[in-house]
């Protein structure tokens, strides 16, 4: 597999990456997720969950 120019995830043709932060007063946090079927309905993904506390 090849580089992409900016050796990112979002180089990858098809993969979609977003982020979202929700902050609510002391509390911060956020989830990232990554797409790569276009019809997660019809194309079943295998699917993982990390937490990180910092």
Known sequence: MEK???NRITDVEGVL???K???SGSHQTG???IRTAEDV???KLACGCSILNG
Do not use: R
């Open 21 to 23: 932060t929700i902050s």
């Open 17 to 19: 990456v977003g982020h």
């Open 41 to 43: 309905f019809h194309q």
């Open 31 to 33: 989830v990232t997720f």
């Open 4 to 6: 992409g120019k900016l």
